[in-house]
Protein backbone atom coordinates (compact mmCIF):
# COMPACT_ATOMS: atom_id res chain seq x y z
CA UNK A 1 0.00 0.00 0.00
CA UNK A 2 1.16 3.05 -0.66
CA UNK A 3 0.56 5.67 2.05
CA UNK A 4 0.59 9.50 2.02
CA UNK A 5 0.24 12.16 4.43
CA UNK A 6 -3.22 14.51 3.98
CA UNK A 7 -4.17 17.21 5.77
CA UNK A 8 -7.10 17.22 7.73
CA UNK A 9 -9.18 20.09 9.39
CA UNK A 10 -8.61 20.82 12.43
CA UNK A 11 -10.66 18.00 14.98
CA UNK A 12 -13.16 19.37 17.05
CA UNK A 13 -12.06 20.25 20.86
CA UNK A 14 -11.52 17.63 23.44
CA UNK A 15 -12.26 14.78 20.46
CA UNK A 16 -10.88 11.67 22.55
CA UNK A 17 -10.54 9.28 19.19
CA UNK A 18 -10.64 5.70 19.42
CA UNK A 19 -10.80 3.81 16.60
CA UNK A 20 -11.95 4.29 13.08
CA UNK A 21 -13.96 2.61 10.33
CA UNK A 22 -13.95 3.35 6.44
CA UNK A 23 -16.84 3.14 3.74
CA UNK A 24 -15.98 3.79 0.42
CA UNK A 25 -18.05 4.35 -2.86
CA UNK A 26 -17.17 5.78 -5.73
CA UNK A 27 -13.86 7.05 -4.42
CA UNK A 28 -15.67 8.60 -1.80
CA UNK A 29 -15.09 7.54 1.96
CA UNK A 30 -16.79 8.29 5.11
CA UNK A 31 -15.13 7.73 8.11
CA UNK A 32 -16.65 6.48 11.13
CA UNK A 33 -14.87 7.35 14.47
CA UNK A 34 -15.60 6.53 18.04
CA UNK A 35 -15.21 9.06 20.40
CA UNK A 36 -14.13 7.32 23.64
CA UNK A 37 -14.57 9.49 26.33
CA UNK A 38 -17.42 11.74 24.65
CA UNK A 39 -19.36 8.75 24.37
CA UNK A 40 -20.08 9.88 20.63
CA UNK A 41 -19.67 8.44 16.89
CA UNK A 42 -18.10 11.16 14.72
CA UNK A 43 -18.59 10.88 11.06
CA UNK A 44 -16.04 12.80 8.88
CA UNK A 45 -16.28 13.35 4.61
CA UNK A 46 -13.14 12.13 2.20
CA UNK A 47 -11.45 16.01 3.04
CA UNK A 48 -11.62 15.13 7.19
CA UNK A 49 -14.54 17.81 7.54
CA UNK A 50 -17.24 16.81 10.37
CA UNK A 51 -20.56 16.15 8.99
CA UNK A 52 -22.15 14.19 11.54
CA UNK A 53 -21.91 13.98 15.83
CA UNK A 54 -23.89 10.64 16.61
CA UNK A 55 -24.84 10.88 20.53
CA UNK A 56 -28.37 9.45 20.78
CA UNK A 57 -27.31 5.76 20.84
CA UNK A 58 -26.44 5.60 24.60
CA UNK A 59 -22.85 4.89 24.04
CA UNK A 60 -20.33 4.06 27.13
CA UNK A 61 -17.09 4.48 26.04
CA UNK A 62 -17.42 3.11 22.75
CA UNK A 63 -14.32 1.32 21.51
CA UNK A 64 -13.91 -0.50 18.60
CA UNK A 65 -15.57 -0.31 15.13
CA UNK A 66 -15.72 -2.07 11.98
CA UNK A 67 -17.19 -2.42 8.74
CA UNK A 68 -18.95 -5.83 7.41
CA UNK A 69 -19.68 -6.58 3.75
CA UNK A 70 -23.64 -5.90 3.88
CA UNK A 71 -22.53 -2.10 5.37
CA UNK A 72 -23.77 -2.44 8.36
CA UNK A 73 -21.18 -1.30 11.45
CA UNK A 74 -20.74 -2.88 14.55
CA UNK A 75 -19.29 -0.85 17.92
CA UNK A 76 -17.85 -1.97 20.54
CA UNK A 77 -19.83 -0.20 23.28
CA UNK A 78 -17.69 -1.33 26.54
CA UNK A 79 -18.91 1.03 29.47
CA UNK A 80 -22.53 -0.99 28.43
CA UNK A 81 -20.76 -4.42 27.67
CA UNK A 82 -22.63 -5.18 24.76
CA UNK A 83 -21.90 -5.11 20.76
CA UNK A 84 -24.39 -2.19 18.55
CA UNK A 85 -25.35 -2.92 15.19
CA UNK A 86 -25.73 0.18 13.50
CA UNK A 87 -26.71 1.21 9.46
CA UNK A 88 -24.64 3.53 7.91
CA UNK A 89 -26.87 6.51 9.03
CA UNK A 90 -25.74 5.48 12.69
CA UNK A 91 -29.50 4.05 13.31
CA UNK A 92 -29.36 1.22 15.58
CA UNK A 93 -30.29 -2.34 13.74
CA UNK A 94 -30.11 -4.25 17.18
CA UNK A 95 -27.35 -4.90 19.81
CA UNK A 96 -26.36 -8.08 22.21
CA UNK A 97 -24.88 -8.21 25.60
CA UNK A 98 -21.31 -10.30 25.29
CA UNK A 99 -20.83 -13.32 27.45
CA UNK A 100 -20.25 -13.22 31.32
CA UNK A 101 -21.22 -9.25 31.27
CA UNK A 102 -17.62 -9.13 29.37
CA UNK A 103 -16.23 -5.49 28.28
CA UNK A 104 -15.63 -5.59 24.63
CA UNK A 105 -12.76 -3.53 23.37
CA UNK A 106 -11.23 -4.59 19.65
CA UNK A 107 -13.64 -5.64 17.15
CA UNK A 108 -12.64 -7.06 13.48
CA UNK A 109 -15.27 -8.67 10.70
CA UNK A 110 -14.24 -11.51 8.79
CA UNK A 111 -16.11 -10.24 5.48
CA UNK A 112 -16.46 -13.58 3.67
CA UNK A 113 -18.07 -15.61 6.18
CA UNK A 114 -19.83 -12.70 7.90
CA UNK A 115 -18.25 -13.50 11.02
CA UNK A 116 -17.68 -10.54 14.26
CA UNK A 117 -14.36 -11.39 16.55
CA UNK A 118 -14.84 -9.04 19.71
CA UNK A 119 -11.79 -8.92 22.35
CA UNK A 120 -12.75 -8.87 26.10
CA UNK A 121 -10.62 -6.82 28.43
CA UNK A 122 -12.72 -6.75 31.13
CA UNK A 123 -10.54 -6.73 34.64
CA UNK A 124 -11.72 -9.43 37.10
CA UNK A 125 -11.77 -8.59 41.12
CA UNK A 126 -10.17 -9.80 43.16
CA UNK A 127 -8.07 -11.37 40.81
CA UNK A 128 -7.40 -7.67 39.50
CA UNK A 129 -7.08 -9.65 35.78
CA UNK A 130 -7.64 -9.15 32.26
CA UNK A 131 -10.39 -11.91 30.84
CA UNK A 132 -8.37 -12.51 28.32
CA UNK A 133 -10.71 -13.66 25.51
CA UNK A 134 -11.70 -13.11 21.92
CA UNK A 135 -15.42 -14.49 21.11
CA UNK A 136 -16.71 -15.30 17.73
CA UNK A 137 -20.22 -14.24 16.72
CA UNK A 138 -22.21 -14.06 13.68
CA UNK A 139 -23.65 -11.15 12.31
CA UNK A 140 -26.85 -11.40 13.95
CA UNK A 141 -24.99 -11.54 17.45
CA UNK A 142 -25.48 -15.34 17.86
CA UNK A 143 -22.29 -16.94 19.81
CA UNK A 144 -20.17 -18.92 18.13
CA UNK A 145 -17.18 -19.50 19.54
CA UNK A 146 -14.95 -18.24 22.14
CA UNK A 147 -10.84 -17.96 22.47
CA UNK A 148 -9.60 -17.86 25.70
CA UNK A 149 -6.21 -18.83 28.33
CA UNK A 150 -6.59 -22.18 30.51
CA UNK A 151 -8.47 -21.88 33.41
CA UNK A 152 -5.69 -20.30 35.41
CA UNK A 153 -5.77 -17.49 32.65
CA UNK A 154 -2.30 -18.53 32.08
CA UNK A 155 -1.90 -18.49 28.07
CA UNK A 156 -0.54 -16.54 25.06
CA UNK A 157 -3.66 -13.74 25.68
CA UNK A 158 -2.72 -10.37 27.74
CA UNK A 159 -4.75 -7.31 27.12
CA UNK A 160 -5.80 -8.23 23.48
CA UNK A 161 -6.09 -4.52 22.58
CA UNK A 162 -6.68 -4.90 18.51
CA UNK A 163 -7.69 -7.18 16.02
CA UNK A 164 -7.60 -7.30 12.52
CA UNK A 165 -8.99 -10.22 9.98
CA UNK A 166 -7.51 -11.08 6.83
CA UNK A 167 -8.14 -13.60 4.40
CA UNK A 168 -9.27 -15.94 7.03
CA UNK A 169 -7.04 -15.40 9.65
CA UNK A 170 -7.08 -13.15 12.99
CA UNK A 171 -4.37 -11.34 14.02
CA UNK A 172 -4.32 -9.93 17.94
CA UNK A 173 -2.57 -7.03 19.37
CA UNK A 174 -1.29 -8.49 22.67
CA UNK A 175 -0.57 -5.33 24.43
CA UNK A 176 1.02 -6.61 27.46
CA UNK A 177 3.26 -9.36 26.01
CA UNK A 178 3.91 -7.11 23.26
CA UNK A 179 3.70 -9.25 20.23
CA UNK A 180 1.25 -9.95 17.80
CA UNK A 181 -0.55 -13.69 17.59
CA UNK A 182 -2.28 -14.78 14.41
CA UNK A 183 -4.82 -17.41 14.89
CA UNK A 184 -7.40 -19.50 12.14
CA UNK A 185 -10.83 -19.20 12.53
CA UNK A 186 -11.34 -22.22 14.78
CA UNK A 187 -8.87 -20.56 17.19
CA UNK A 188 -6.09 -22.48 16.45
CA UNK A 189 -2.79 -20.47 17.41
CA UNK A 190 -0.68 -20.04 14.03
CA UNK A 191 2.65 -17.88 14.95
CA UNK A 192 3.13 -14.97 16.67
CA UNK A 193 5.14 -11.81 15.53
CA UNK A 194 7.23 -9.32 17.48
CA UNK A 195 8.61 -9.48 21.32
CA UNK A 196 9.55 -7.34 24.16
CA UNK A 197 12.18 -4.32 23.78
CA UNK A 198 12.67 -1.20 21.43
CA UNK A 199 13.95 -2.03 18.18
CA UNK A 200 12.91 -2.50 14.96
CA UNK A 201 10.34 -5.79 14.97
CA UNK A 202 10.52 -5.26 18.98
CA UNK A 203 7.12 -3.94 20.15
CA UNK A 204 6.04 -2.25 23.45
CA UNK A 205 2.29 -2.08 24.27
CA UNK A 206 1.09 -2.81 20.85
CA UNK A 207 -2.63 -1.75 21.02
CA UNK A 208 -3.96 -1.35 17.16
CA UNK A 209 -3.87 -3.51 13.86
CA UNK A 210 -4.85 -3.56 10.76
CA UNK A 211 -4.21 -5.28 7.43
CA UNK A 212 -3.61 -3.13 3.89
CA UNK A 213 -4.65 -4.76 0.46
CA UNK A 214 -1.43 -6.25 -0.05
CA UNK A 215 -1.33 -8.11 3.06
CA UNK A 216 0.93 -5.83 5.09
CA UNK A 217 0.51 -5.75 8.66
CA UNK A 218 0.06 -1.98 10.20
CA UNK A 219 0.53 -1.78 14.22
CA UNK A 220 0.35 0.89 16.76
CA UNK A 221 3.21 0.63 19.15
CA UNK A 222 1.62 2.25 21.92
CA UNK A 223 4.42 2.83 24.42
CA UNK A 224 6.95 3.97 21.57
CA UNK A 225 4.70 5.98 19.66
CA UNK A 226 5.22 4.47 16.10
CA UNK A 227 3.80 2.68 13.02
CA UNK A 228 5.40 -0.34 12.67
CA UNK A 229 4.87 -2.53 8.66
CA UNK A 230 5.37 -5.66 8.51
CA UNK A 231 5.34 -7.16 4.75
CA UNK A 232 4.87 -11.35 5.03
CA UNK A 233 3.69 -13.54 2.65
CA UNK A 234 -0.20 -14.66 2.45
CA UNK A 235 -1.10 -17.41 4.80
CA UNK A 236 -4.02 -19.64 4.52
CA UNK A 237 -3.40 -21.45 7.04
CA UNK A 238 -3.09 -24.83 5.61
CA UNK A 239 -0.95 -27.25 5.21
CA UNK A 240 -1.71 -30.94 3.58
CA UNK A 241 0.00 -34.04 3.63
CA UNK A 242 -0.12 -37.04 1.29
CA UNK A 243 1.24 -40.34 2.43
CA UNK A 244 1.70 -43.17 0.96
CA UNK A 245 1.88 -46.47 2.41
CA UNK A 246 3.05 -49.43 -0.47
CA UNK A 247 2.83 -52.95 -0.05
CA UNK A 248 4.05 -55.87 -2.22
CA UNK A 249 1.75 -57.99 -4.17
CA UNK A 250 2.88 -61.49 -1.93
CA UNK A 251 4.78 -61.91 1.09
CA UNK A 252 5.37 -58.43 2.38
CA UNK A 253 7.96 -59.01 5.50
CA UNK A 254 8.08 -55.24 5.60
CA UNK A 255 4.34 -54.24 5.73
CA UNK A 256 3.67 -54.45 9.29
CA UNK A 257 6.58 -52.24 9.96
CA UNK A 258 5.46 -49.82 6.90
CA UNK A 259 1.92 -49.43 8.24
CA UNK A 260 3.30 -48.82 11.99
CA UNK A 261 5.17 -45.67 9.95
CA UNK A 262 2.24 -44.62 8.03
CA UNK A 263 -0.31 -44.81 10.79
CA UNK A 264 1.65 -42.90 12.87
CA UNK A 265 2.69 -40.28 10.66
CA UNK A 266 -0.93 -39.95 10.19
CA UNK A 267 -1.38 -39.36 14.21
CA UNK A 268 1.34 -37.12 14.12
CA UNK A 269 -0.18 -34.73 11.46
CA UNK A 270 -3.27 -35.04 13.21
CA UNK A 271 -1.30 -33.95 16.53
CA UNK A 272 -0.73 -31.00 14.30
CA UNK A 273 -3.69 -29.70 13.72
CA UNK A 274 -3.81 -31.68 10.35
CA UNK A 275 -7.22 -32.85 9.87
CA UNK A 276 -7.90 -36.05 7.97
CA UNK A 277 -9.62 -33.91 5.30
CA UNK A 278 -6.37 -32.17 4.54
CA UNK A 279 -4.66 -35.92 4.44
CA UNK A 280 -5.22 -38.46 1.56
CA UNK A 281 -3.74 -41.15 3.09
CA UNK A 282 -3.38 -44.34 0.26
CA UNK A 283 -3.29 -47.72 2.38
CA UNK A 284 -4.04 -51.31 0.46
CA UNK A 285 -5.95 -52.14 3.91
CA UNK A 286 -9.66 -50.76 4.98
CA UNK A 287 -8.46 -48.86 8.27
CA UNK A 288 -10.71 -47.17 10.88
CA UNK A 289 -8.21 -44.90 12.46
CA UNK A 290 -10.08 -42.58 14.43
CA UNK A 291 -12.46 -44.99 15.60
CA UNK A 292 -15.90 -43.92 14.15
CA UNK A 293 -17.00 -46.46 12.92
CA UNK A 294 -16.88 -45.38 9.56
CA UNK A 295 -13.77 -46.35 7.41
CA UNK A 296 -13.24 -42.84 5.81
CA UNK A 297 -9.34 -42.34 6.96
CA UNK A 298 -8.32 -44.51 3.84
CA UNK A 299 -8.26 -42.67 0.72
CA UNK A 300 -7.69 -45.62 -1.58
CA UNK A 301 -5.15 -48.02 -2.48
CA UNK A 302 -1.36 -46.56 -3.15
CA UNK A 303 -1.62 -46.56 -6.89
CA UNK A 304 0.01 -43.86 -9.87
CA UNK A 305 -3.43 -42.91 -10.88
CA UNK A 306 -4.42 -41.87 -7.08
CA UNK A 307 -0.89 -40.15 -6.02
CA UNK A 308 -1.20 -38.34 -9.36
CA UNK A 309 -4.98 -37.08 -8.88
CA UNK A 310 -4.37 -36.00 -5.16
CA UNK A 311 -0.86 -33.84 -6.07
CA UNK A 312 -2.28 -32.43 -8.98
CA UNK A 313 -6.12 -31.83 -8.35
CA UNK A 314 -6.60 -32.04 -4.93
CA UNK A 315 -3.88 -30.17 -3.89
CA UNK A 316 -5.75 -27.36 -5.64
CA UNK A 317 -9.14 -27.57 -4.32
CA UNK A 318 -10.04 -24.97 -1.47
CA UNK A 319 -8.78 -24.41 1.29
CA UNK A 320 -5.60 -23.99 -0.91
CA UNK A 321 -2.68 -24.93 1.04
CA UNK A 322 0.62 -23.27 1.76
CA UNK A 323 2.27 -26.42 2.00
CA UNK A 324 2.14 -30.02 1.01
CA UNK A 325 3.62 -32.91 2.96
CA UNK A 326 4.52 -35.88 1.01
CA UNK A 327 5.57 -38.95 2.74
CA UNK A 328 6.34 -41.97 0.89
CA UNK A 329 7.00 -45.32 2.84
CA UNK A 330 7.39 -48.77 1.12
CA UNK A 331 10.09 -50.77 -0.93
CA UNK A 332 12.36 -49.13 -3.43
CA UNK A 333 14.42 -49.31 -6.62
CA UNK A 334 16.99 -46.89 -8.19
CA UNK A 335 14.84 -43.93 -9.34
CA UNK A 336 11.80 -45.98 -8.44
CA UNK A 337 9.50 -46.60 -5.18
CA UNK A 338 8.06 -49.67 -5.77
CA UNK A 339 4.86 -49.96 -3.65
CA UNK A 340 3.00 -47.52 -5.95
CA UNK A 341 3.13 -49.48 -9.40
CA UNK A 342 6.93 -48.75 -9.81
CA UNK A 343 6.71 -44.90 -9.49
CA UNK A 344 9.84 -43.45 -11.29
CA UNK A 345 11.26 -40.42 -9.93
CA UNK A 346 10.60 -38.73 -13.13
CA UNK A 347 6.96 -39.36 -12.95
CA UNK A 348 6.56 -37.91 -9.54
CA UNK A 349 8.70 -34.72 -10.61
CA UNK A 350 5.70 -34.47 -13.38
CA UNK A 351 3.02 -34.23 -11.00
CA UNK A 352 4.91 -31.77 -8.52
CA UNK A 353 5.88 -29.70 -11.51
CA UNK A 354 1.97 -29.30 -12.54
CA UNK A 355 0.78 -28.43 -9.18
CA UNK A 356 3.81 -25.92 -8.73
CA UNK A 357 2.55 -24.35 -12.40
CA UNK A 358 -0.80 -23.79 -11.16
CA UNK A 359 0.48 -22.71 -7.28
CA UNK A 360 3.96 -21.45 -7.45
CA UNK A 361 3.88 -19.94 -4.04
CA UNK A 362 3.68 -23.44 -2.25
CA UNK A 363 5.74 -24.90 -0.09
CA UNK A 364 6.74 -29.20 -0.81
CA UNK A 365 8.25 -30.97 1.73
CA UNK A 366 9.03 -34.91 0.23
CA UNK A 367 10.11 -37.34 2.88
CA UNK A 368 10.96 -41.07 1.56
CA UNK A 369 12.05 -43.93 3.38
CA UNK A 370 12.72 -46.69 0.96
CA UNK A 371 15.42 -48.46 -0.37
CA UNK A 372 17.80 -46.24 -2.25
CA UNK A 373 15.46 -43.43 -1.84
CA UNK A 374 18.24 -41.36 -2.27
CA UNK A 375 17.14 -41.87 -6.02
CA UNK A 376 14.90 -39.40 -5.52
CA UNK A 377 16.74 -36.44 -4.97
CA UNK A 378 16.36 -35.42 -8.71
CA UNK A 379 12.68 -34.08 -8.30
CA UNK A 380 14.37 -30.88 -9.37
CA UNK A 381 14.74 -29.58 -5.41
CA UNK A 382 14.60 -26.05 -4.44
CA UNK A 383 13.99 -23.51 -1.74
CA UNK A 384 10.47 -24.64 -2.09
CA UNK A 385 10.56 -28.05 -3.26
CA UNK A 386 12.68 -30.00 -0.07
CA UNK A 387 13.25 -33.77 -0.94
CA UNK A 388 14.10 -35.56 2.40
CA UNK A 389 15.73 -39.80 2.05
CA UNK A 390 15.91 -42.03 4.57
CA UNK A 391 19.33 -43.14 2.83
CA UNK A 392 21.23 -42.76 -0.55
CA UNK A 393 20.98 -43.59 -4.35
CA UNK A 394 23.01 -47.13 -3.52
CA UNK A 395 21.99 -48.23 -0.34
CA UNK A 396 18.98 -50.20 1.40
CA UNK A 397 16.81 -48.86 4.09
CA UNK A 398 16.68 -50.21 7.55
CA UNK A 399 13.27 -51.23 9.63
CA UNK A 400 14.07 -53.11 12.66
CA UNK A 401 11.01 -53.70 15.38
CA UNK A 402 7.94 -53.41 13.71
CA UNK A 403 9.14 -50.53 12.33
CA UNK A 404 10.10 -48.70 16.06
CA UNK A 405 13.49 -48.41 14.63
CA UNK A 406 13.58 -46.72 11.05
CA UNK A 407 14.04 -42.87 9.66
CA UNK A 408 10.52 -42.52 9.73
CA UNK A 409 10.03 -42.98 13.42
CA UNK A 410 12.75 -41.13 14.56
CA UNK A 411 11.74 -38.46 12.03
CA UNK A 412 7.90 -38.11 12.94
CA UNK A 413 8.54 -39.15 16.53
CA UNK A 414 10.82 -35.45 16.29
CA UNK A 415 7.96 -33.43 14.86
CA UNK A 416 5.69 -34.91 17.67
CA UNK A 417 7.78 -33.60 20.26
CA UNK A 418 7.33 -30.24 18.51
CA UNK A 419 10.94 -30.50 16.81
CA UNK A 420 11.46 -27.95 13.78
CA UNK A 421 11.62 -30.06 10.20
CA UNK A 422 15.34 -29.15 10.15
CA UNK A 423 15.88 -30.59 13.80
CA UNK A 424 13.59 -33.38 12.91
CA UNK A 425 16.00 -34.55 9.73
CA UNK A 426 18.78 -34.33 11.82
CA UNK A 427 17.72 -36.22 14.90
CA UNK A 428 16.73 -38.96 12.33
CA UNK A 429 19.43 -38.67 10.23
CA UNK A 430 22.25 -38.89 13.04
CA UNK A 431 20.13 -41.80 14.69
CA UNK A 432 20.57 -43.75 11.44
CA UNK A 433 24.11 -42.89 10.04
CA UNK A 434 25.76 -45.88 11.57
CA UNK A 435 23.79 -47.94 8.98
CA UNK A 436 22.18 -45.77 6.40
CA UNK A 437 22.94 -42.60 4.97
CA UNK A 438 19.97 -39.97 4.47
CA UNK A 439 20.06 -37.10 2.15
CA UNK A 440 18.72 -34.03 2.13
CA UNK A 441 18.52 -31.72 -0.89
CA UNK A 442 19.12 -28.57 -1.15
CA UNK A 443 22.01 -29.28 1.26
CA UNK A 444 22.21 -25.41 2.69
CA UNK A 445 18.46 -25.23 3.18
CA UNK A 446 17.90 -23.63 6.66
CA UNK A 447 14.83 -25.93 8.26
CA UNK A 448 15.33 -25.11 11.49
CA UNK A 449 12.55 -22.15 11.75
CA UNK A 450 10.46 -24.47 9.67
CA UNK A 451 7.59 -26.98 11.23
CA UNK A 452 5.19 -29.02 10.10
CA UNK A 453 1.40 -28.16 10.13
CA UNK A 454 -0.78 -25.72 11.53
CA UNK A 455 0.54 -25.93 15.47
CA UNK A 456 3.57 -24.11 15.34
CA UNK A 457 5.04 -24.58 19.03
CA UNK A 458 8.36 -23.56 20.03
CA UNK A 459 10.71 -26.52 20.35
CA UNK A 460 13.31 -24.47 22.89
CA UNK A 461 9.83 -25.16 25.00
CA UNK A 462 9.77 -28.76 24.82
CA UNK A 463 8.82 -30.41 28.40
CA UNK A 464 7.78 -33.76 29.21
CA UNK A 465 5.49 -35.92 31.84
CA UNK A 466 8.23 -36.84 34.35
CA UNK A 467 6.09 -39.50 35.51
CA UNK A 468 3.14 -41.21 35.07
CA UNK A 469 1.14 -43.89 36.81
CA UNK A 470 -2.08 -45.98 37.43
CA UNK A 471 -3.26 -46.82 40.52
CA UNK A 472 -6.05 -49.32 40.70
CA UNK A 473 -8.89 -48.94 43.65
CA UNK A 474 -10.75 -52.14 42.28
CA UNK A 475 -10.69 -53.99 38.58
CA UNK A 476 -12.75 -51.67 37.31
CA UNK A 477 -12.19 -48.25 39.09
CA UNK A 478 -9.07 -46.62 38.23
CA UNK A 479 -6.63 -43.57 38.73
CA UNK A 480 -4.42 -42.02 36.56
CA UNK A 481 -1.86 -39.45 37.62
CA UNK A 482 0.51 -37.41 36.27
CA UNK A 483 3.20 -34.57 36.73
CA UNK A 484 4.92 -32.40 34.19
CA UNK A 485 8.62 -31.89 34.25
CA UNK A 486 8.72 -28.14 33.86
CA UNK A 487 6.91 -25.66 35.72
CA UNK A 488 7.54 -23.13 33.76
CA UNK A 489 5.58 -23.99 31.08
CA UNK A 490 2.05 -23.02 30.26
CA UNK A 491 0.44 -26.29 30.48
CA UNK A 492 -3.41 -26.50 28.59
CA UNK A 493 -4.52 -30.14 29.22
CA UNK A 494 -3.07 -33.69 30.15
CA UNK A 495 -4.89 -36.32 28.81
CA UNK A 496 -5.29 -40.54 28.60
CA UNK A 497 -5.33 -41.99 25.56
CA UNK A 498 -6.53 -45.94 26.26
CA UNK A 499 -6.38 -48.92 23.62
CA UNK A 500 -9.36 -49.19 21.91
CA UNK A 501 -8.85 -53.08 21.83
CA UNK A 502 -10.42 -53.20 25.31
CA UNK A 503 -12.86 -55.35 23.80
CA UNK A 504 -10.58 -57.50 21.47
CA UNK A 505 -7.33 -59.60 21.33
CA UNK A 506 -6.36 -58.01 18.47
CA UNK A 507 -2.66 -57.27 18.03
CA UNK A 508 -3.07 -55.50 14.58
CA UNK A 509 -4.11 -52.46 16.14
CA UNK A 510 -1.66 -49.94 17.27
CA UNK A 511 -1.33 -47.27 20.06
CA UNK A 512 -1.42 -44.38 17.28
CA UNK A 513 -4.66 -45.59 16.77
CA UNK A 514 -6.02 -44.38 20.52
CA UNK A 515 -8.38 -41.59 20.94
CA UNK A 516 -8.63 -39.85 24.33
CA UNK A 517 -10.54 -41.48 26.81
CA UNK A 518 -10.41 -38.94 29.80
CA UNK A 519 -9.26 -35.43 30.79
CA UNK A 520 -7.10 -34.76 33.75
CA UNK A 521 -7.56 -32.04 36.32
CA UNK A 522 -4.93 -29.77 37.82
CA UNK A 523 -4.72 -30.61 41.84
CA UNK A 524 -1.09 -29.18 42.27
CA UNK A 525 1.66 -27.04 40.79
CA UNK A 526 2.72 -29.57 38.39
CA UNK A 527 0.35 -32.64 39.13
CA UNK A 528 -2.71 -33.90 37.36
CA UNK A 529 -5.31 -36.13 37.91
CA UNK A 530 -8.60 -38.05 36.59
CA UNK A 531 -10.74 -40.98 37.66
CA UNK A 532 -11.89 -43.55 35.06
CA UNK A 533 -14.77 -46.32 35.29
CA UNK A 534 -14.04 -49.33 32.81
CA UNK A 535 -17.03 -50.76 31.28
CA UNK A 536 -15.97 -54.45 31.63
CA UNK A 537 -12.58 -55.95 33.21
CA UNK A 538 -9.60 -56.70 31.02
CA UNK A 539 -5.91 -58.13 32.69
CA UNK A 540 -4.27 -54.97 31.01
CA UNK A 541 -4.95 -51.86 28.66
CA UNK A 542 -2.44 -50.25 27.43
CA UNK A 543 -2.57 -46.30 27.69
CA UNK A 544 -1.21 -43.10 26.64
CA UNK A 545 -0.69 -39.91 28.75
CA UNK A 546 -0.08 -36.68 26.60
CA UNK A 547 -0.07 -33.16 27.62
CA UNK A 548 -0.68 -30.17 25.35
CA UNK A 549 0.44 -26.77 26.15
CA UNK A 550 -1.29 -23.31 25.62
CA UNK A 551 0.37 -23.05 21.73
CA UNK A 552 -0.49 -27.09 20.59
CA UNK A 553 2.84 -28.44 22.07
CA UNK A 554 2.59 -31.73 22.91
CA UNK A 555 4.63 -33.82 25.62
CA UNK A 556 6.23 -37.36 24.47
CA UNK A 557 3.96 -39.86 25.68
CA UNK A 558 4.05 -41.72 28.16
CA UNK A 559 3.04 -45.54 27.82
CA UNK A 560 1.36 -47.50 31.10
CA UNK A 561 -0.74 -50.52 31.51
CA UNK A 562 -3.80 -50.93 33.96
CA UNK A 563 -2.54 -54.20 35.27
CA UNK A 564 -3.74 -54.80 38.49
CA UNK A 565 -0.81 -53.50 40.83
CA UNK A 566 -0.32 -55.47 44.65
CA UNK A 567 -0.69 -53.84 47.79
CA UNK A 568 2.71 -53.80 48.83
CA UNK A 569 4.40 -51.06 48.52
CA UNK A 570 8.45 -50.59 48.01
CA UNK A 571 10.45 -48.37 49.59
CA UNK A 572 14.24 -47.14 49.54
CA UNK A 573 16.33 -45.74 51.80
CA UNK A 574 19.27 -44.02 50.49
CA UNK A 575 22.37 -43.64 53.04
CA UNK A 576 25.47 -40.94 51.69
CA UNK A 577 28.03 -40.77 54.05
CA UNK A 578 30.74 -37.43 54.72
CA UNK A 579 34.15 -37.36 54.30
CA UNK A 580 37.28 -35.10 54.75
CA UNK A 581 38.43 -36.05 51.14
CA UNK A 582 36.53 -33.77 47.84
CA UNK A 583 37.09 -35.99 45.43
CA UNK A 584 35.51 -38.99 47.37
CA UNK A 585 32.77 -36.60 48.36
CA UNK A 586 31.48 -35.99 45.29
CA UNK A 587 31.56 -39.17 44.15
CA UNK A 588 29.30 -40.35 47.01
CA UNK A 589 27.08 -37.09 46.11
CA UNK A 590 26.86 -38.09 42.66
CA UNK A 591 25.94 -41.72 43.24
CA UNK A 592 23.34 -40.70 45.56
CA UNK A 593 22.07 -38.53 43.18
CA UNK A 594 22.04 -41.40 40.56
CA UNK A 595 20.34 -43.75 42.57
CA UNK A 596 17.11 -40.87 43.34
CA UNK A 597 16.87 -40.30 39.51
CA UNK A 598 16.69 -44.23 38.61
CA UNK A 599 14.13 -45.15 41.58
CA UNK A 600 12.23 -42.18 40.00
CA UNK A 601 12.07 -43.91 36.86
CA UNK A 602 11.19 -46.85 38.24
CA UNK A 603 7.44 -45.18 39.86
CA UNK A 604 8.87 -44.34 43.43
CA UNK A 605 7.40 -41.39 44.93
CA UNK A 606 9.08 -39.18 46.48
CA UNK A 607 7.28 -39.98 49.68
CA UNK A 608 8.68 -43.74 49.60
CA UNK A 609 12.22 -42.49 49.69
CA UNK A 610 14.07 -41.65 52.80
CA UNK A 611 17.70 -40.21 51.65
CA UNK A 612 19.67 -39.84 54.64
CA UNK A 613 22.27 -37.30 53.42
CA UNK A 614 23.41 -33.66 53.75
CA UNK A 615 23.44 -32.82 49.79
CA UNK A 616 20.01 -32.41 48.19
CA UNK A 617 18.96 -34.15 45.22
CA UNK A 618 15.75 -32.82 44.09
Not at 48 to 72: C, E, F, H, M, W
Not at 158 to 170: F, K, M, Q, R, T
Not at 382 to 402: E, G, P
Not at 589 to 597: D, E, L, P, R
Request: with cysteine; aromatic share 10%; proline share 4%.
Amino acid sequence: DDLQWTKWVEPPDNMYPYDLAIYEEAEQYTVYVTDIYNHHILIFDTAGNLRQTVSDLGLNYPKGIDLDANNYLYVADSGNHRVVKLNLNCQKISDWTIRDHGTPSAIAIDREKNWIYVSDTSVNTPTNQCSNRIYKYDNQGNFLDEWRNNEMNEGPLNSPDGLAVHHGIVYVANKYNHNILMYDSSGKLLDRLGQYGLSYESMYHPTGITVGKNGALYISDGSLNRIQSFMQKELTGVTKAIIVAGRLPENDYLWQSIKANANFAHFVLNSKGITKDQIRYFNPETIDLDLNDRFDDIAGDPTKENLQKAIEEWSLEKPVPDSLILYLVDHGESNTFVGCNDLKVSELTQYLNHLVAKNKDINIYVINDSCKSGSFIDLQPSDQRIVMTSTDAQSNAKMFLNGNFSFSMYFWSSIFQNQSIGKAYKSASESMATIQNPQIVPEDINLFNKHIGNKHGDDSQSFRISRAWIENEDPLHLRFIAEIDQTDVIVKKVRVYIDPTKDTDDESQTIYEMQPDLLLHKVDTNRYEGSYTRTHYKDENLCLFIAEDMTGNLSIPVAKTTAMTASIRWKAILIGSQTDDPVLQQAINTNIKSAYQALHTREYLDEDIHIMHQISVT
